[in-house]
């Protein structure tokens, strides 16, 4: 009988020692670290598809886990192929894979830093906005050029670009075009606060003519501190409905952004943004404006400047002039330092 009992403790043990060997395996499974990540990164980040299966998964994961058996069983376990989402993911060093599984599980997504600025054309935006995001260009292009999508967001087709105010954003990766869009808008009512709302009818302006005369300003000058001057002469020219004569806008008719010298026969083209040709502002902006732009138009300096042309040394700022007989001197000396220097369009 004592033999018996003996035996049957020795089997339980035995039980207890296989259990606590299957347990402490599938502990280790779970909680014991499994990143493999290079020696000089703290994290990497993968990037799942939206149309992504688990076989995509593992294949983006695997060159960072140190046991991908251990991995694929705690998935399993955790039924994460019925849960897959798609994403940016940052896998840190030390993570295990209960934490990764978990992440990817829920979709705990590591936001992209969108950044636009120096942007002349939606097309021109497109391209920028999806070198962040999972959307090609000719999804981002093809939704921002639909008929439908600038009345949506309360604009038309020539005044829709002024919607997207030149930033930093957060944004997850796998934002599509109407996202991107619907966040753009609300950042748009954002910036345009009650404030700047109110700068813009003092000047008996709707944000989005601030907008396209503030594009304008901002391809006349790099220079911050004379965009307000800038701003200013043109402000002075609709007050008396004189033409604006904004060379810039007669670039973006042409279509050419490597113009550096404009002709006269640019000056002949029928464009809505022919500002020689056109009274007032033009249909729409000819760039996406930056914010310092934007303020320049907002908080634009009093002064009597008609005219301005560009200074003949490279140095981006510009004279400026009350009389046409002075602004007339300014462009000889300039067309004589573009003669000079072989710059004939």
Known sequence: MKRKWIIILLVLLAIIIVLGALGYKYYRYIYSLNTNLPANKQSVYIYIPSDANY???QSKITPYLINTKSFH??????????????GRYEIKK??????????????EQAPVQVSFISVRTLNVLAGKVASYLEPDSAAFADFFYHDTVPSYYGFDHYSFSGMFIPNTYQFLWNTH????????????????????????????????????LASIVEQESKKNNEKPR?????????????????????????GDFTAQRILNKHKKIDSPYNTYLYPGLPPGPICLPSISSIDAVLNYEKHDYLFFCAKPDNSGYHNFSETYAQHRQYAREYRQFLNSNNIYN
Not at 181 to 205: P, V
């Open 94 to 107: 030390g993570m295990n894979n209960n934490e990764i599984i978990n992440m990817l599980r829920v979709g």
């Open 55 to 57: 076989k995509n998964v």
């Open 73 to 86: 069983w705690v998935a399993e376990k955790k039924q994460y192929s019925s849960f897959i989402k798609p």
């Open 177 to 212: 075009p109407t996202g991107f869009c619907d966040r753009m808008k609300k950042e748009y009512h954002r910036f345009w606060n009650q404030s700047r709302i109110q700068k813009a009818e003092n000047i008996g302006f709707s944000p989005n003519e601030i907008s396209t």
């Open 230 to 254: 800038i701003a200013g002469v043109y402000i002075n020219r609709l007050q008396k409905g004189m033409h604006l004569q904004a060379d810039p806008t007669l670039v973006y008719a042409t």
